[in-house]
């Protein structure tokens, strides 16, 4: 046709009104033919069209898996390493702590907590000594203990003078004494 159209023009000749009423016939023609042939086609070409979509969106999915799981694997090895370093730096600041506190209570004077579980293991075995001597009474008081026997003491001026007091009569004491 395109042959046709382009001699006609070269002849000069218009073309007739039975050949354009021809051709658009024969474009009508071959609308409704494909018409019919999409409608045959249609659901044979649907179907194969929701297949091929269902394919692509499995392969889209299995891509897009792979690769949120490898981001989820990364997030998770960084979170784990940012975890590792925050307990590492607390343990350092922790220990610092404790050192400074312990030199702060050395200066001040408390004693550490092993010198605290020492004297309270003495103050027990203490305790304990002192009830079994508080248990042994009764066999203390059947047995007499031997007289200690001790020196003569020289008195002292104050014990002179309260035994002179003692030693004169009452009758001749006044209310103006030394």
Same mark, same amino acid.
């Given at each position: 046709?395109?042959?046709?159209?382009?001699?006609?023009?070269?002849?000069?000749?218009?073309?007739?009104?039975?050949?354009?009423?021809?051709?658009?016939?024969?474009?009508?023609?071959?609308?409704?033919?494909?018409?019919?042939? +999409? /409608?045959?086609?249609? @659901? =044979?070409?649907?179907?194969?069209?929701?297949? $091929?979509?269902? %394919? &692509?969106?499995?392969?889209? #999915?299995?891509?897009?898996?792979?690769?949120?799981?490898?981001?989820?694997?990364?997030?998770? +090895? /960084?979170?784990?390493? @940012? =975890?590792?370093?925050?307990?590492?730096?607390? $343990?350092?600041? %922790? &220990?610092?702590?404790?050192? #400074?506190?312990?030199?702060?209570?050395?200066?001040?004077?408390?004693?550490?907590?092993?010198?605290?579980?020492?004297?309270? @293991? =003495?103050?027990?075995?203490?305790?304990?000594?002192?009830?079994?001597?508080?248990?042994?009474p009764a066999?203390?008081?059947?047995?007499?203990?031997?007289?200690?026997?001790?020196?003569?003491?020289?008195?002292?001026?104050?014990? @002179? =003078?309260?035994?002179a007091l003692?030693?004169?009569?009452?009758?001749?004491?006044?209310?103006?004494?030394?």
């Amino acid at each position: 046709m395109s042959d046709r159209t382009t001699s006609r023009r070269r002849s000069g000749k218009t073309p007739s009104p039975q050949s354009i009423s021809d051709s658009a016939q024969q474009v009508w023609l071959a609308g409704l033919g494909a018409l019919g042939r +999409a /409608q045959q086609e249609g @659901a =044979r070409l649907f179907e194969t069209l929701v297949r $091929e979509g269902a %394919e &692509a969106q499995q392969r889209t #999915r299995g891509a897009a898996s792979e690769g949120l799981e490898q981001m989820r694997e990364a997030v998770d +090895a /960084q979170v784990g390493q @940012a =975890r590792g370093s925050a307990g590492e730096a607390w $343990e350092r600041i %922790e &220990a610092a702590f404790d050192e #400074r506190m312990a030199r702060a209570m050395l200066r001040l004077g408390i004693p550490r907590r092993v010198e605290l579980d020492a004297l309270t @293991a =003495r103050v027990d075995a203490l305790s304990a000594e002192v009830a079994a001597l508080r248990a042994r009474p009764a066999a203390r008081a059947t047995r007499k203990a031997p007289a200690v026997k001790r020196a003569p003491v020289a008195p002292t001026k104050s014990a @002179a =003078r309260k035994s002179a007091l003692r030693t004169r009569p009452a009758s001749g004491r006044t209310g103006n004494q030394d």
